[in-house]
């Protein structure tokens, strides 16, 4: 079903250095998420935090930010020397299932920051839309990618895209030449949901990188005694699968002990 925001608002800045270990620079130019994830959500706990949403009903009805464009015309000229790449997004999600003006706003973004040779680095949980294919090649078109059963897609990610619509607009993309990437993060353990990480790993082997970072803020974890065995050994077979398939690979700090 096709929608958009319901409310807008107005930012008096846009491009920041973020403090995530792989990241750069990023935009987030919605606020809030119609994805809803509950694992729970790190960036709707802060928005919570620092008072910009009250309830979690509020965070699944996002609002646009008008302004974004204008605000990147003033802030890439001045930036442009240090910036070595912009994601999007970091707080919210560029191609939320479903909403045309986050699609529309997010491919505006992402030309207006090639338009200065910067490159994007794009993560969703929403389907990779088909205008993607005429943007330029110094991008990263990434999916976040923790399952592939749809049950549990649906208790914890439930307003996103299905895992194989996921991967296919994904694997279009690659097949056309793009750089693409794939986030396994965050990764639950077996008393969440008991799954064979290579037949993950092994639909995403077409991929230029993967990131790969175990599940905090959840006491379901804390209480899985091999917590820490689980996550090394995950951690090694990856790095081992993407030697194999000569793929990138970042393991999240805190994920090896």
């Not at 608002?9 to 270990?21: A, D, F, N, P, Q």
């Not at 505006?108 to 005429?134: A, D, M, Q, R, S």
């Not at 790969?212 to 959840?218: A, E, S, T, V």
Request: charged fraction near 30%; aromatic fraction near 12%.
């Amino acid at each position: 079903m096709k929608r958009n925001c319901k409310n807008k608002i107005v930012r008096k800045s846009m491009l920041y250095k973020t403090g995530v270990e792989y990241g750069d620079y990023t935009a987030n130019y919605v606020l809030g998420c119609s994805h809803g994830c509950k694992y729970p959500c790190y960036a709707f706990a802060l928005a919570k935090r620092f008072g910009t949403v009250k309830t979690y009903e509020d965070w699944i009805q996002p609002a646009i930010v008008s302004n974004t464009i204008e605000l990147l015309n003033k802030e890439l000229p001045k930036l442009k020397d240090k910036i070595e790449n912009v994601q999007l997004c970091f707080t919210t999600d560029p191609f939320m299932n479903g909403y045309e003006d986050v699609k529309e706003l997010s491919l505006k973004v992402i030309k207006k920051i090639n338009e200065y040779n910067i490159p994007c680095h794009i993560l969703t949980k929403g389907k990779l839309p088909e205008e993607l294919l005429k943007t330029s090649k110094i991008n990263w078109y990434g999916i976040t990618l923790v399952s592939l059963d749809e049950e549990f897609r649906k208790n914890y990610e439930p307003g996103t895209c299905e895992y194989m619509e996921r991967i296919e607009a994904l694997k279009k993309l690659h097949d056309k030449g793009f750089k693409t990437w794939v986030s396994i993060e965050p990764y639950p353990t077996p008393n969440i949901i008991n799954q064979n990480l290579k037949e993950i790993l092994n639909k995403i082997d077409f991929v230029d990188k993967i990131i790969f970072g175990r599940w905090h803020y959840n006491k379901k974890i804390s209480e899985y005694k091999e917590l820490k065995k689980f996550y090394n050994r995950c951690a090694d077979y990856v790095e081992n699968f993407c030697q194999e398939k000569n793929i990138q690979v970042h393991i999240k700090n805190k994920t090896k002990s």
